[in-house]
């Protein structure tokens, strides 16, 4: 195909548009719904992974030591642990002074300094790396004298799979909204080839190609992929950007600060625009096959 | 040019063969009228020529090349090479004439430059070329047919196949239209035309090809609609 022939197939599926413009807004607007909801759940994906990681990296190892176990053999052992970024002991007495403190009423412990202490002596680890915090925790809790070693892998778990649960909702809505835009697409489509029957049976006795005559079908598919998606990605980043910056204004722990960074934001804007198109191309294409007879 | 040997075309679930066993030669700047009555065939050779559809049997040659074996880029060659002239016409109604002359070179990809050269001088031709902003619904019978000729010539065809060109037009545009195709056929190009118009035939004195129920009965130079005429 020369450059003609392509400006003569994009006037082509112009005049097509403007003709059936209204299902044509309509199929746009089904795939802007669709991707929206596909795009808000990868944000949603995007951000729930930096808050996980956030936690994680934020989270202390609690090693509590077994009663009469050496406090010097742990701490050197754990001065020699290249993973371990530094670490704070705190004595079983100053865990009860500490406990009392919170609770505000002394009344309640009396009795159980000294000898009656029940607190355990513990060290609040933190680790270089997030990613390393289960498997040093696991090291640390082979150590002897250690009786329990706890970095909050409960909550972290409990956040995986909430996040887990919304993001297999989002992405099966989205699928089957994407179904719905790509049937939408083909009955469009199919409508075009039938407004336009005598022209293209006129093409073929003119010696047009096939592609010739496929490629406006396809365009114009590609565009109503196209234009939904670019207003998905419109309503998600003015949507995302608000949130964000009131977010950010609220000034909440930093670990649900939202992603920012555009170079993790960016792909999922070009990943959108990408599958826009391709779903306005793939919906245009079956139509073709189906209804074009050429 | 074009060469028929022994071509046969059988429809599925029919009984007889639409053409059998045709063998023919038409050669390059003949005027060639194809008769018969309605269903002996001279559609379906039409369609065979223009590779519309593949024969059956036999082999069919255009220029020294098998017809019957055009890989898909082929195919279009072979089309683009040849100019149709259909009985209604098919213009398109939301084009004007000038656009529908143009579209032949369009939908080939040829640049603004030539389109705006050459559709004006093909409409030159069919004496057109002051209707070229005119819709075809604003033009009579005949010169909507005219109009279907300068979209075959303008893309300078080796071949004009005509499948009763004459069927919607009353005596005088039928006299036109068979002017017109002369004049062309005068510039070397090759002519064929399926009608049932036996007046035309029979004072154009062209070679005859006649056919019934998928026979050829007949192939003569300077003849006429029937051998009695």
């Not at chain 1, 993973?83 to 002394?106: A, M, P, Q």
Request: hydrophobic share 45%.
């Amino acid at each position: 195909m020369n450059i003609n022939s392509f400006r003569y197939c994009m006037r082509q599926s112009v005049v097509s548009l403007r003709r059936n413009l209204w299902l044509a807004v309509v199929t746009a607007g089904i795939i802007a719904i669709s991707l929206s909801i596909l795009g808000g759940f990868l944000l949603l994906a995007v951000n729930a992974d930096q808050m996980i990681r956030n936690i994680e990296s934020n989270v202390e190892i609690g090693v509590f030591l077994e009663d009469g176990a050496s406090i010097e053999d742990t701490r050197q052992k754990l001065d020699r642990h290249p993973g371990i970024h530094n670490y704070t002991f705190v004595s079983k007495e100053e865990g009860l002074r500490d406990f009392s403190r919170s609770l505000g009423d002394r009344v309640l412990l009396v009795g159980m300094e000294g000898e009656n202490n029940p607190l355990p002596d513990l060290f609040r680890v933190r680790a270089n790396e997030a990613e390393e915090v289960p498997s040093i925790a696991a090291e640390i809790s082979a150590y002897p004298g250690v009786e329990l070693v706890d970095y909050g892998e409960e909550l972290v778990g409990r956040l995986l799979n909430i996040t887990g649960w919304i993001n297999t909702l989002f992405l099966v809505i989205s699928i089957l909204l994407a179904l719905g835009a790509i049937l939408l697409i083909i009955t469009t489509i199919r409508l075009s080839v039938l407004a336009r029957q005598d022209e293209v049976g006129i093409m073929k006795y003119l010696g047009a190609s096939n592609w010739f005559i496929r490629f406006p079908f396809l365009l114009e598919g590609m565009t109503m992929g196209w234009t939904g998606t670019l207003a998905a990605a419109a309503a998600l980043a003015a949507v995302y950007y608000r949130l964000a910056s009131s977010l950010q204004q609220e000034a909440l722990t930093f670990f649900i600060q939202p992603v920012t960074d555009t170079t993790r934001l960016l792909p999922i804007f070009v990943g959108l625009l990408l599958l826009g198109t391709l779903m306005g191309g793939f919906g245009s294409f079956i139509s073709v096959r189906k209804f074009l007879r050429v | 040019m074009i060469q028929l040997n022994n071509v046969t075309k059988q429809y599925p679930g029919c009984a007889d063969p639409a053409l059998g066993d045709i063998s023919l030669e038409i050669e390059q700047g003949e005027f060639v009228f194809l008769v018969g009555p309605s269903g002996a065939g001279k559609s379906t050779l039409i369609k065979l020529i223009f590779r519309e559809q593949l024969p059956t049997g036999g082999r069919m040659y255009f220029n020294q090349r098998n017809v019957t074996a055009l890989k898909q880029k082929e195919l279009l060659e072979h089309r683009r090479k040849i100019g149709m002239v259909f009985q209604d016409f098919r213009l398109l109604k939301q084009k004007t004439v000038f656009e529908n002359v143009a579209f032949a070179l369009e939908v080939l990809g040829r640049p603004p430059k030539e389109i705006k050269e050459k559709v004006p001088e093909a409409l030159d031709k069919v004496g057109l070329l002051d209707k070229a902003r005119s819709f075809p619904d604003k033009l009579s019978g005949g010169e909507q047919q005219r109009v279907g000729v300068a979209r075959a010539i303008v893309k300078d065809p080796l071949v004009i196949l005509a499948d009763e060109p004459t069927g919607n037009l009353d005596r005088d545009n039928s006299r036109q239209l068979m002017d017109l195709f002369e004049t062309i056929n005068q510039g070397g190009t090759t002519i064929i035309i399926a009608t049932h118009a036996w007046e035309i035939v029979d004072r154009m004195k062209k070679r005859v090809i006649a056919l019934d129920g998928g026979r050829m009965i007949r192939d003569e130079q300077r003849g006429g609609y029937c051998h009695e005429h």
